[in-house]
């Protein structure tokens, strides 16, 4: 069935980094944009980055604007989040979720992984 | 403080039916026939339940429904079931630097 299983995480101190992997099957990964979405301890959800099909477009949420990369290796089924420059309120639950588009629009995210705990903490 | 707004709890009895509200501006609910909704259980990834404002993703269940009226979205249960106890978010597509925005979240007890 299509799936998304995540890989990462863990506990680092303020500026380190960490990288989140996820990878993807029961889809043709690379018909879709994909994205990852995080969570703070008790609160909402927030969209923090997507990448196009191909990997060529990406954008980031200003909060992660310049400190976060988003990529994608199609040939492995696998997207990824390098997080550089991490700080305290970086702290939370990352998810990587597939988009669903409705006329080049994306509307939703209708298949997520299972989740990765980040925490920043000296 | 999020984007959308919902409020913080709502309860029902089994059986019952409860409506959350989402409440955003022109330039994301308003403006888009683009709401989902999501149920989150505790420890557990969101589901999404809703989408395009009133279309059920294939099999979820046919007691969740949901609906729109200008800047507000709502998100109907019907026939309360204990398993529904659980965390709903909202989301919407907007015309922002941020294409995408969430609702603070509303937890559901089931009395």
């Known amino acids: 069935q299509e799936q998304l299983v995540q890989s990462g995480g863990g506990l680092v101190k303020p500026g380190g980094s960490l990288r989140l992997s996820c990878a993807a099957s029961g889809f043709t990964f690379n018909h879709y944009y994909m994205t990852w979405i995080r969570q703070a301890p008790g609160k909402g959800l927030e969209w923090v980055s997507f990448v196009s099909d191909s990997g060529t477009y990406t954008s980031d949420a200003d909060s992660v604007k310049g400190r976060f990369t988003i990529s994608r290796d199609n040939a492995k089924n696998a997207l990824y989040l390098q997080m550089n420059s991490l700080r305290v309120e970086d702290t939370g639950v990352y998810y990587c979720?597939?988009?669903?588009?409705?006329?080049?629009?994306?509307?939703?995210?209708?298949?997520w992984g299972q989740g990765t705990l980040v925490t920043v903490s000296s | 403080q999020s984007a959308l707004t919902q409020p913080a709890s709502v309860s029902g009895s089994p059986g019952q039916s409860i409506t959350i509200s989402c409440t955003g501006t022109?330039?994301?609910?308003?403006?888009?026939?683009?709401v989902s909704w999501y149920q989150q259980h505790p420890g557990k990834a969101p589901k999404l339940i809703i989408y395009d404002v009133t279309n059920r993703p294939s099999g979820v269940s046919n007691r969740f429904s949901g609906s729109k009226f200008g800047n507000t979205a709502s998100l109907t249960i019907s026939g309360l079931q204990s398993e529904d106890e659980a965390d709903y978010y909202c989301?919407?597509?907007?015309?922002?630097?941020?294409?995408?925005?969430f609702g603070g979240g509303t937890k559901l007890t089931v009395l």
């Open positions: 979720a597939r988009p669903h588009s409705v006329s080049g629009v994306i509307t939703t995210f209708d298949i």
């Open positions: 022109s330039r994301d609910v308003g403006g888009y026939n683009y």
């Open positions: 989301s919407s597509y907007t015309d922002t630097s941020t294409p995408w925005v």
